[in-house]
């Protein structure tokens, strides 16, 4: 038996040996393969063979993971376990329970226990878990009786209950992970203090036509930095006036590099957007077909999902744009529209908020509360209504923030955002932006290409966007030549040119009025 705090957990493979995962291959030659692939550690698990064929197979798998020098554990039979000389066990909520089975193999011993909840960690660590499977992450056919699907933020709450407990105990995420989301269950689920040891996979390797390849690739992801997360700054915490002064040099970069930026939006805001677009220094596309997004990813834009006219096509339209934007690692904002009004845009959201990670996401105060999962009385409209104090609306920005690792906005009368690590509030702005469709809309457009121009510090991005809008509609509301909301929409799109064409040629006193 080998030493527990010695081992690697890094990609830890999980067997199977049904012909729907396996396949017609030989179950020791694909763990031979893929532990050749990059593969760290192997648990065979066989829940429906007889005794004698799960002993003779353990035999072949305990010489093959000794000769390459990988730690052998067994799925819930000890006898097995015991018989084959296998590091350890694993062990699921409804097998053996873990005090037992350390008694049973000893101090030196893997053990390791699937849990899904902050309780069932305890239960473990008090029992003397060497390491801790938590899951299921994503629904899986591998595993069709899963008890609970937890998603990354359930695996951030366990690695946090580890943090309080202050145990060195191990971890590695299960379920449904694979090539497409490594990056992003690592990158999201860390929590300050505690980031996981590890991944499980079952299909992604048994399944793939070569293993070893699919090992390799793998742990290539596993050791990079994921694309969406490169350039980040996190943990500066600075004062505002330090950001302040940094801001008329992103509103010139963006005047500068005219950033492209791709807009898959609702049928109400198109114009309108693409123009504030054009009028801060972007290049606006407005293409809601998936299909193209794998072209317009690579020349470096940003894209904004707006889900306002949500359909069934449109969200496999979105999936299709976020994998390729992630996949080339540049920007793309979630407008959730009306998050919360309706059981169909709940569900969006969650299919939607599933499928990638978002640099930014902005929405008003029930939208971002349905974000979080905290609405439980039905929004009417997807127009924002208030019942929180402003210190509520700035924990919920960072609360979100933290959560997905991203930038997060709440807007309103007072807008707020916040990267985690610092959170601000802008008062600036009019009432007519209340007064006409799609003003939030073009908020999201016009971050998005702050975005894609200065990629360094997303919270400054965010906040030169921010402010050039609300100064922008400030300055417009005060024209005389502007009556009410309809003589205010042109009246904003030339302040939103004016203030940024200033700026760019050195002028940016409009910024003292930054409130
Ligand atoms: N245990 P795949 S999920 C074996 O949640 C297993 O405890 C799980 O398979 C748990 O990598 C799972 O193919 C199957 O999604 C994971
Ligand atoms: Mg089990």
């Given at each position: ?493 030339d302040e939103l040119y004016n203030i940024t064409e200033e700026t760019s040629t050195g002028n940016s006193e409009w910024l003292k009025a930054a409130k």
């Open positions: 038996m080998s030493d527990a705090m010695a081992v690697d957990y890094s990609l830890y493979l999980v067997t199977d040996s049904t012909e729907a995962v396996l396949g017609d291959k030989d179950l020791a030659t694909v763990v031979r393969d893929s532990i050749n692939g990059g593969v760290t550690i192997v648990q065979y698990r066989d829940k429906k063979s007889e005794t004698a064929e799960l002993i003779g197979m353990a035999k072949r798998l305990r010489s093959i993971t000794s000769s390459l020098k990988v730690p052998l554990l067994i799925n819930d039979r000890l006898d097995v376990a015991l018989a084959v000389g296998a590091d350890g066990v694993h062990i699921g909520q409804d097998d053996m329970d873990i005090s037992t089975a350390r008694k049973l193999l000893g101090p030196k011993a893997i053990i390791g226990v699937t849990c899904s909840t902050r309780a069932e960690v305890r239960m473990a660590v008090d029992g003397g878990a060497s390491y801790i499977g938590i899951g299921t992450v994503f629904a899986t056919p591998t595993k069709e009786n899963a008890k609970s699907i937890i998603g990354i933020v359930g695996v951030r709450a366990i690695l946090q209950e580890l943090t309080c407990l202050k145990e060195q105990v191990k971890t590695v995420a299960i379920g449904g992970i694979n090539t497409f989301n490594v990056q992003r269950v690592m990158y999201q689920s860390q929590s300050s203090s505690k980031a996981l040891d590890g991944v499980a996979i079952v299909s992604g390797i048994i399944a793939a036509p070569d293993p070893r390849l699919a090992a390799m690739r793998l742990q290539s992801l596993m050791r990079t930095t994921p694309a969406f997360a490169l350039g980040v700054s996190i943990g500066a915490s600075q004062s505002v006036d330090h950001l302040l002064v940094k801001i008329p040099d992103v509103v010139s970069e963006v005047r500068r590099t005219k950033p492209l930026c791709h807009n898959m939006t609702n049928l109400v805001v198109q114009n309108f957007a693409a123009n504030a677009v054009l009028c801060i220094g972007g290049s606006p596309i407005m293409a809601n077909f998936g299909e193209e997004a794998e072209s317009l990813a690579r020349h470096g834009g940003s894209l904004v999902i707006n889900m306002g006219s949500v359909t069934p096509e449109g969200i496999s339209n979105y999936l299709q744009a976020l994998n390729a934007y992630n996949h080339h690692g540049f920007p793309v904002l979630f407008d959730p529209v009306g998050a919360g009004a309706t059981q169909t845009r709940r569900e969006a959201l969650k299919t939607i908020m599933a499928g990638g990670y978002f640099h930014v996401i902005k929405g008003n105060e029930s939208e971002i509360k349905a974000v979080l999962g905290q609405t439980d009385q039905q929004q009417k409209g997807v127009d924002s209504s208030s019942s929180s104090s402003a210190l509520e609306k700035a924990s919920l920005v960072k609360e979100l923030a933290i959560k997905e690792g991203n930038v997060a906005i709440l807007t309103g009368a007072t807008d707020y955002l916040s990267d985690g690590d610092r959170t601000y509030s802008v008062d600036n702005g009019s009432i007519y932006l209340s007064k006409i469709t799609g003003s939030g809309c073009v908020l999201g457009s016009i971050i998005a290409a702050y975005m894609s121009a200065h990629r360094s510090d997303r919270l400054l991005a965010t906040l030169a966007a921010m402010l050039v809008y609300e100064i922008a509609a400030e300055r417009a509301a005060e024209r005389s030549d502007v009556k009410g909301p309809g003589t205010f929409v042109p009246a904003f799109l």
